[in-house]
């Protein structure tokens, strides 16, 4: 009789194992402070997710390089290190030299197509080149199309006051339009230019102006000049083989929460980035807003040399990935 009853609270348990069971967490690393807006929207992310999911689904979110460095985001969810990873785009740079086609100087900066840019052509170009490196992107989140150029000297608002300037690069190719002007660029992560800069390791910032604020530039940089110079993509990734087993209901969930937040960031990363320009006023910088005849100049000089490298390192698909850009 013992043994029956046991038995029977057994079978009543097995549902609420089997919920137990059922639970999966998505780590997800990033680089961001938490202050930066996208670090905001991937805040929001996880709880929607959630929501969605009544609790079975959790969004581990690690800011800050807390489980990777930004290098080391792709080659750690691509093993299964880490379920997922928010990383810039550019940040591919020769593994993916195509990602590279939003730091063509003054090329992809139109808010228009900017918000085109998801589920488009060109962005499934982009989805099958990581999905051949091993991840699946499933969002991406527009960080900004208004890069600030810092300096604590002198202000950058002509070509030629470049001439001499240690200044924050991107990558090799991005790097270019900078050695145009007479820079020398010096590739480091956003998470260490701020120590970069207040030591004296490089002269001046590039970086978005959202960015320029919540890593609070203001303390080490006295000038800013504010120019639609490129475009720059956070964007979320998944390991393939993680997400492959995850039921049904769930991908849909984080694919339905992926989708909003991605969609959360344009007026977000708007609204963020003319606060931006207020506070770094209010703190003292020195803001020049770039006008349409400086932009041309800038143009003239810094967008030929990045766009002939990126030519040159994707010649199968650069081109076409231009005219997908172009038709949004």
Do not use: C
């Not at 990558?171 to 998470?191: H, T, Y």
């Amino acid at each position: 009789m013992r043994n029956a009853f046991l038995a029977a609270l057994a079978l009543l348990a097995l549902p609420s194992l089997a919920h137990a069971q059922a639970k999966v967490t998505m780590g997800l690393s990033h680089q961001l402070p938490p202050a930066h807006h996208i670090a905001k929207v991937v805040e929001a992310f996880a709880a929607d997710v959630k929501a969605r999911t009544n609790g079975e689904v959790e969004v581990k979110v690690f800011g800050a390089s807390q489980a990777h460095k930004p290098a080391e985001n792709f080659p750690a969810v691509a093993r299964g290190a880490i379920e997922s990873a928010i990383v810039v785009n550019f940040q591919w740079g020769n593994t993916i030299p195509e990602m590279n086609v939003t730091v063509i100087p003054y090329f992809f900066t139109d808010l228009e197509k900017l918000k085109k840019f998801p589920g488009s052509p060109a962005a499934k170009i982009l989805e099958a080149k990581m999905e051949a490196k091993g991840v699946k992107n499933i969002a991406w989140f527009f960080t900004t199309r208004q890069s600030i150029f810092t300096s604590a000297k002198k202000p950058l608002k002509a070509p030629d006051d470049f001439k001499g300037i240690k200044i924050r690069g991107l990558n090799k190719m991005a790097d270019a339009a900078l050695e145009a002007v007479g820079a020398s660029p010096s590739a480091l992560p956003g998470d260490e230019v701020y120590n970069g800069l207040q030591t004296g390791i490089i002269d001046a910032g590039l970086t978005d102006v959202s960015a320029a604020e919540s890593r609070k530039y203001y303390e080490v940089q006295k000038y800013g000049t504010v120019a639609p110079y490129f475009t720059v993509y956070f964007h979320l990734f998944v390991n393939p083989a993680w997400w492959n087993k995850l039921e049904p209901k769930h991908r849909d969930a984080i694919a339905a929460a992926a989708k909003k937040a991605e969609q959360d960031s344009i007026g977000i990363t708007e609204k963020t980035a003319a606060d931006a320009i207020n506070v770094l006023k209010q703190k003292g910088m020195e803001i020049h807003l770039q006008t349409p005849a400086e932009s041309k100049t800038w143009q003239g000089v810094m967008q030929k040399p990045v766009l002939d490298g990126f030519l040159k390192a994707s010649p199968e698909d650069g081109q076409k990935l231009i005219d997908a850009i172009n038709k949004l």
